[in-house]
């Protein structure tokens, strides 16, 4: 009787992450931004990444999806190993109890 409700509380918080991030996205930013120490970091270390000598964007691109597709495949082999290790409990439980 209860999962309409699930279904309905999921819904209302599901849209309200949307509307809530459209509304970030589309809003308009600061005139002036604060100073702040984490800010000032991210700004040079921006400028460090832009100034390299010899990097452009392309090879910047190439970099960052070798990464991504390092942090995929990691991800994807621990999936697999994972769900062969739950996999093994399981068939254990099953042993153990007799079914």
Known sequence: ?????????????????GFITAVYVLAPSPAQVPKDR????????????????GTSSQDRAAAMRAGMDKVIRFAEEHAVKGMRAVKAQ???RRQTNGQ
């Open 1 to 17: 009787m209860g999962h309409w409700r699930t279904k309905l509380l999921t819904s209302i918080i599901l849209y309200g992450a």
């Open 38 to 53: 984490k800010i000032d970091e991210r700004v040079a270390w921006s400028n460090h990444w832009n100034s390299e000598s």
């Open 90 to 92: 399981i068939d254990q």
